[in-house]
């Protein structure tokens, strides 16, 4: 895709459709990243996004079970002693 460069005060830049702006998921901020001789352009997002349904659904399908025991039975208390 072709697309201009525009002026914006002092700057310059570019103006992105609003198809490509939903489909990507931009919204207030971008990430930029320089990689070789590419302008990365990518959306900022939270880390833990949607967590809360996502441990909902695992809890529903029984996925949440503990992968490592609270107490390994080999440990003793004489070592706290």
Same mark, same amino acid.
């Given at each position: /895709? ?55 659904? /695992? ?23």
């Amino acid at each position: /895709m072709k697309t201009n460069i525009i002026k914006v005060g002092n700057s310059k830049g570019l103006i992105l459709n609003k198809t490509i702006l939903e489909k990507y998921g931009f919204d207030e901020e971008v990430n930029l990243k320089l990689e070789d001789d590419f302008l990365i352009i990518e959306p900022v997002k939270n880390p833990r996004e949607n967590w809360d349904l996502l441990f909902k659904e /695992m809890h529903k399908d029984g996925d949440d079970k503990l992968l490592i025991p609270d107490v390994f039975y080999d440990e003793s208390d004489a070592l706290w002693e």
